[in-house]
């Protein structure tokens, strides 16, 4: 157990609809790093939030947006559900946005994203 | 920017065999180094990590990894594995100075059977 939780754990979406998937973070950590893993991949990385701000995007299209609150937790909205938006979402928290040993990331148990 | 590379897709081995899987990633500067595993039904795990120092890592579940800066690679040891390491397990990298974007490897697949 590392202490992040994530909610729901299961979605299922038709294409076109919206979804907002929603992470807590460890105690003590105030970033927060959203992952996309297809099936029989690696995670890839989607974007980073440290205090309430984006702190880095990897290459996914705008559609995908995300929000950090006061108190560290986090959303990941997709709008416009595509199939291949189907996945295991994966959110992770790490100590601080800084470069270091304290930067080391610690993921929640993920939310399955079906879009039919 | 960088990518990970993780040949082994799928290994098999029996309980008490030695294990080592390969990790390899292009980038042209420093890197911080990771292995995660992800077990059946669980979240991803943190094995190891490597950010400067001694390039042999001590994990749990007796796990290392040795950190080969000539030849980009950060492969995964066990001397003797067990049933219970049946899992996927998966290498990262992020570049050095830059704030835990991780890049995975594709992942490996290792089932140990008794």
């Known amino acids: 157990e590392t202490g992040v939780t994530q909610s729901p754990t299961h979605l299922i979406k038709t294409r076109g609809q919206q979804v907002t998937l929603r992470c807590s973070s460890q105690s003590g950590h105030n970033t927060v790093s959203w992952y996309q893993q297809a099936l029989g991949q690696g995670p890839q990385f989607i974007f980073q939030?440290?205090?309430?701000?984006?702190?880095g995007r990897g290459n996914f299209p705008p559609r995908f947006s995300g929000l950090q609150f006061p108190n560290y937790s986090s959303e990941l909205n997709v709008n416009a559900l595509e199939l291949d938006d189907s996945a295991l979402y994966l959110c992770?928290?790490?100590?601080?946005?800084?470069?270091?040993?304290?930067?080391?990331?610690?993921f929640g148990p993920g939310t399955r994203l079906t879009v039919l | 920017a960088q990518s990970v590379s993780q040949h082994n897709h799928h290994v098999i081995l029996s309980e008490a065999a030695s294990l080592e899987l390969g990790c390899n990633y292009s980038y042209g500067g420093t890197v911080n180094l990771f292995w995660y595993v992800q077990y059946p039904g669980q979240h991803l795990q943190l094995l190891l990590k490597y950010f400067s120092g001694d390039p042999l890592v001590k994990g749990i579940k007796g796990f290392e990894a040795e950190f080969i800066k000539s030849k980009f690679s950060f492969n995964l040891r066990k001397p003797s594995v067990q049933w219970s390491d049946t899992a996927e397990y998966f290498c990262?990298?992020?570049?050095?100075?830059?704030?835990?974007?991780?890049?995975f490897g594709t992942g490996t697949r290792l089932q140990v059977t008794l």
């Open positions: 992770a928290s790490s100590a601080s946005g800084l470069a270091g040993p304290r930067d080391t990331q610690y």
């Open positions: 939030y440290y205090r309430e701000e984006e702190n």
């Open positions: 990262a990298v992020n570049p050095t100075g830059t704030a835990s974007k991780l890049t």
